[in-house]
């Protein structure tokens, strides 16, 4: 099976814009105000347009220190963007997520560029940004909800210990949600776009696994690293 994917035109591409439209509409037309949505699609755009022409750029650099580069970046703004759900920042916090989410998500973008697909040379652009970029995000994510269910439980009364393990189930639910629903509801982004690429369904299968493998491993990981370190802290603070 093979083909290139199909090139969207601008008309084409205005036409996708046709159901958001009627969404705010009906927005504007129920009174509840269409400024968000405008402002999100905005940005939306934005971004998307910018980062085309980052990864563009990217793409066809053969400097391993810019690549390199680009992923201590999108480590640093994870680990700033995880603490989110816990309405405050300060380092050490940060640092404690920043900890969790490296030694969760390093050693298995390592282990799946260099020993599953075998990247050459190792700072291939094309493979290295879009997966560390897959990875961070979903460690982000896992410790995001670890992190706040762990001071949830924490505020509650709960033992560190006990509010630890809460915070690692709650991490869990979304990554086994998703193993489970993979190929039964859901086709996943990267198996769907290699599809409409061209790419043999079964090969397409093949890297879906990996993917699935990878996030819930570095999820998974940063998640118990995270809830560790945190409940650490907090029996040093109590004892």
Not at 166 to 178: F, Y
Not at 186 to 199: F, K, N, W, Y
């Amino acid at each position: 099976m093979g083909g290139q994917v199909l090139e969207i035109s601008l008309a084409g591409l205005a036409l996708a814009f046709v159901p958001v439209a009627v969404v705010m509409v009906i927005l504007l037309r129920w009174s509840q105000g269409p400024g968000n949505v405008a402002y999100a699609l905005a940005r939306m755009l934005l971004q998307l347009l910018a980062i085309g022409y980052v990864l563009n750029f990217l793409f066809n650099t053969q400097q391993s220190w810019i690549i390199a580069s680009v992923l201590t970046v999108m480590l640093l703004a994870a680990s700033w963007i995880a603490m989110r759900p816990l309405g405050r920042r300060n380092s050490a916090i940060y640092r404690r997520a920043l900890l969790a989410i490296a030694l969760g998500s390093l050693p298995v973008l390592i282990l799946i560029t260099q020993a599953v697909i075998q990247v050459q040379p190792w700072y291939s652009p094309q493979y290295v940004i879009p997966l560390g970029g897959m990875i961070f995000a979903g460690a982000m994510n896992a410790v995001s909800l670890a992190a706040e269910r762990q001071m949830a439980e924490g505020e509650a009364g709960k033992s560190p210990l006990q509010a630890r393990n809460a915070g690692l189930q709650a991490a869990l639910i979304p990554l086994v949600n998703s193993l489970l629903a993979v190929g039964l509801v859901s086709l996943p982004g990267m198996m769907t776009g290699q599809v409409l690429a061209g790419v043999d369904p079964l090969v397409a299968a093949r890297y879906q696994i990996v993917v699935m493998c990878m996030l819930f491993g570095a999820g998974g990981l940063s998640a118990a690293c995270y809830v560790w370190l945190a409940s650490r802290a907090a029996g040093e603070t109590t004892g």
